[in-house]
Antibody, heavy 120, light 108 residues
């Protein structure tokens, strides 16, 4: 059974930092790209960024609104992906999902999400 | 970045009817790199279609995707009660990846 479990969400003040984790099982984590997608309450989906697999040099890419503030990494030995968030803004508030995707998008597994609230 | 415009915003239909959802990118998408997702309240999105027209594993054949370039469509041949949800298109051919704003399919 495929599982992705996000953790690390919570309440943080504007300007603060937070690190999310995504523990994966049930599929070939090391061969998959890992993505983060967020969703503000009652709003649509926003792609945050991704990290590719080792054969693709662990290449990263980010959405415009988080570029320079967020960093995605992974540890294939632990089947875990990470999202380091810094200089957080109130508009970063939302549910953060991690997803594991096949090389041709033939699968895209999602976790249940973790809530990040940025507020003073 | 590529902007995806979905229409209509809301589609009111009865079970058994056909649903047709549109997704129009602001520029041509390379390699038909377009996906469709379904999201129900309180749940994570689920991949339905990838590569514009390929169904993901376990997706019923009443769901079909078509299109290329700047005009894509998701069709649901006969709506089942469990199909009433929000649908998003997503392009993954160019970075940054982007989602459409969603189409809500509601019971009429």
């Amino acid at each position: 059974e495929v599982q992705l479990v996000e953790s690390g969400g919570g309440l943080v003040q504007p300007g603060g930092s937070l690190k999310l984790s995504c523990a994966a099982s049930g599929f070939t984590f090391s061969g998959s790209s890992m993505h983060w997608v967020r969703q503000a309450s009652g709003k649509g989906l926003e792609w945050v960024g991704r990290i590719r697999s080792k054969p693709k040099t662990y290449a990263t890419a980010y959405g415009e609104s988080v570029k320079g503030r967020f960093t995605i990494s992974r540890d294939d030995s632990k089947n875990t992906a990470y999202l380091q968030m810094s200089s957080l803004k109130t508009e970063d508030t939302g549910v953060y999902y991690c997803t594991g995707r096949g090389n041709w998008n033939e699968f895209d597994y999602w976790g249940q999400g973790t809530l990040v609230s940025v507020s003073s | 970045e590529i902007v995806l415009t979905q229409s209509p915003g809301t589609l009111s239909l009865s079970p058994g009817e056909r649903a047709t959802l549109s997704c129009r990118p602001s520029q041509s998408i390379s390699g038909s790199s377009l996906a469709w997702y379904q999201q129900k309240p309180g749940q994570a999105p689920r991949l339905l279609i990838y590569g514009a027209s390929s169904r993901a594993t376990g997706i019923p054949d009443r769901f079909s995707g078509s299109g290329s370039g700047t005009d894509f469509t998701l069709s649901i041949s006969r709506l089942e009660p469990e199909d009433f949800a929000v649908y998003y298109c997503q392009q993954y051919g160019s970075s940054p990846e982007t989602f459409g704003q969603g189409t809500k399919v509601e019971i009429k």
